[in-house]
């Protein structure tokens, strides 16, 4: 019985596959999380995604035929992202995927991308080990180095000496701390210490009791959704906020927070604000009725928008001719995030971070 | 396409690996292992660690034999005094302790961010031909796993096992020493577990301690099932099957323009569903166990 | 001290309801049942839909119990009654799969986006110099009432009679009259009733998402079987030893130990906690801390 419904699934997956109709319009490839631990940023990273393909579609296309972006689930593990890459560039032939989240999945996904001589695009992954996937390969995002400098200065400003760290115990987290540390001591700065909390967990408390122990000048901390509701709740309750917080992307970190448990807070946050910016926010806000779920859907928005921008001045999709425009489109372009220019690895080098403050009546830029 | 075929026939290859080694302990000796994917980790961690020391690929190998032997000891002696069920939930703490060493220990493991920059095993000039000679050696190892495990399950060591699944204290009465059987059996599955993730590890050219969540053990456990416990060929044949599906589900999505989140979800309905579709429906699986049939 | 002991109360309050659930259920239907974890998800859900279309939080909180306890009955007339005529252990891996549904569904209906209760943000209260909130409060009330209201049911009244009669010998339970399938589904209908408001307890004082109850797995499992698998009551007492443990491992600072200011155990291992005293208990307790006989589990 069983045996015999999943060979008609089979079959019918199969046809299915036959009969994709050959497509006239252009697509690209995106490989993101929508399903696993990730998926909250993965989601919002197709939604970026999704607003940037709607505005070149209304704006007349790429090369004027209709531009498509593949977007495919990587389920949060490498072999199926892996799939999901080797079905873009084997089957639908796109010239260029973006993604993912985790530096574990994009670095695999970017160097056989890289091999295959298609055009790769980051735009959630921060490691330092992202520089080397090699010669197609694109960051939209600042990697670690460029965002640690950024917050170290902007904290050892504020006058504190003694800081502890608080952030998730992924690859994002550790390569936060990690690339925070080094800054903030090269400014003379000293971190107490450093807490990696495991996502996921019904309360932070007894995390948040073991940092205040050490009675630092402020709390340094980045988190996402459900978890950075959770802590500053809970460093509200327990009185712990009245030492001094620092949100590592700011409307990342409380997204999901009351705004009387972050009132306060300082931090800093990817520039919404320069001339694209603004308009992305509103965008964002009428399509999906929410504020920012995390910082991750801009860099989506912004990789398809530089990609469109590339293709139409290169008049081709063709990998390298799109490379070679894309080197020349990524100087001073105006995106969703900010300036973007390329460094000569192709990476971001350079991004403007807004300094931010929470106070009683909204958002401070400092 | 015919690249795309090749990655899929060569993750197929390396899970068949894997179930063919819990099938040898779920499906012979009733050994619910639930921390399958540790063993797995083994292998890859091996060629990690290895090559962020600057040793060779070999060194890698030995290392990951070395890392698996000590993991399949502790299962096989935590099975000394437990239950099916007791014991698989055993091994999935332990596979969990050792995800989060492999997480935290961020000196000797690279933490959560992993050890990128694996050298693929063939470097040929031409990264398709390296690919394929990599398919063809884990077509290698699958299949002489595939008859080394036969031969054992065919042998007088086979019918003790399918004593120690279906009446332990029976074979206890008999004389069988339990726990050396246990060790055994614990030491031949591993082996493959181990070179699979080995083998894995040089073919994504990226170790990290995402790769072990105890959620890839349940896929594996989904293959088994669908090809049906007890039968090494079935093993095989559920791998490639749930691979498959696995890797259609994208088109399903293009040819039917399904929104990318129910491929989230289908993907969990794959599992959840094919595990207790066929347990229910056909808890023999695709290819039967066949009983009898050991020369003695 | 007073906060260490308010931190191990909350935390006793996550996983014991799940744990008394798991353990209730394995009384009578011998194996352990993964898919609970997600009946502790699926009650804060559904509590949370009836919220929102404008039921007061008790009257929600209550239906969605029900509706979960439902669901369990259902679940396991058709599924796992059958497979557990190829043993415990098909029966756990029925269990996982019909979870990996819940999961699925969830991600469907709800997406992977955490919600929480909306009550008015409140200054805390003032509990012997320690900082406690009125939902926090609240949680631990939802979880005592729960317990009280359990043994009352279990020592006093007939239905706990027959079940306790049940649970230690079907076929003596029978004979006498009592109707086991009754029993059993009663018991079945009561773990799902009291998953669910483990996580409404939860949900209440924090968040709510698709991933809670898988993230709660493990530190459940480990206070059933300290408490021993089919004693309900032994759950809460497992419950408290891994809070407990916990807690200390999270906020004791051995730095005075060795002459240094600061010294913990770091805060990634502090969920491992929960592990290793399960693989502990069951190297060396496997049968919980209250049973003394030596036979295989």
Redesign the interface.
Known sequence: ???R??AW??V???A??I??PAKADIAIGAVVP????S??QG?DQ?RGIELAVDEINAAGGVLGQPLKV????S??????A???A??L????KVPAVIGEY????T??IG?YLV??GKLHVNIGSS?N?IR?IGPTAFSVIGLEAVSSKFSAEDVAAQGWKNIVIVGP???Y???MAEGFKTEFEKLGGKV??T????E????Y???L??AA??KPDAFIYSAY??DG??IN?EAF???VNKTPWYAIYFSMCTA?S?P??VVGQYGMDLNYIGPDGKSYEEAYKKKYGADF?TSFSGYGYDAVKIFAAAANKAGSVEPQAVKAALIEVGKDYPGATGTITFDAERQRSYQPYLKLKKTETGMDVR | MSEFALHVATIAALYAMLALSLNLQAGFAGLINFGQIALFGCGTYGAALAFSHALGPLAGFALGLVLVVLVALLFARLGRNLGADYWGIATLSIGEILRTIATNEIDITGGAQGIGGIPALFDTGSPLSGRLILFAVVLAALIATWFAFRRLTQSKFGLSLRLLREEPQLAAAFGYDLDGLRRRIMLAAALPAALSGFLFAHYLTFVGPDQLFASETFVIWTMVVVGGLGSHAGAVIGAIVVQCLFALVPFAKDAFGLPSEFVAAMRLVLIGGGLIGFLLLRPQGLIPERIGGVRG | MIPIIIDIVLRTGDIALAAVALSAGYSLVKFPNIALMQYATVGPFLAYLFASWGAPLVAAALAACIAVGLIAVLLNITVFDRLLKSGSAIAMIGSLAAGMLFTAALLVTAGPDSRHFDFPVEAPLNVFGSPVTGPQLLAVAISLAAFVLLAALLFLTDIGRCMRATATNPDLARATGIDARLVVRVIIFLSGVLAALGGIGIAVKGELNILMGQDLMLPVFAAAILGGLGNPMGAIFGALVIATAETLAATLNFGPLIGKAFLFIPANYITAASFLILVLALLFRPHGLFVNEVKRV
Not at chain 1, 34 to 37: D, I, K, R, Y
Not at chain 1, 102 to 105: A, E, P, V
Not at chain 1, 195 to 198: D, G, P
């Open positions: 019985m069983m045996v419904i999943s699934l089979t019918g997956m199969v299915a596959v009969a994709v929508l399903s696993g631990a998926a909250t989601e197709r593949i977007v495919e689930d389920g949060g593990r490498p072999p199926s892996l799939d999901a080797k079905k560039v084997a089957v639908d985790s530096s574990g999945i670095l695999p160097q091999q295959e490691s080990k080397d115990n992924n690859a987290g550790h390569g107490v210490s807490l990696l909390y495991t996921g967990q019904t309360s408390r007894r995390e009791q073991q122990q050490y959704g459900k509701a959770l709740r309750e327990l009185g999901d009351k009387e448990y779920k």
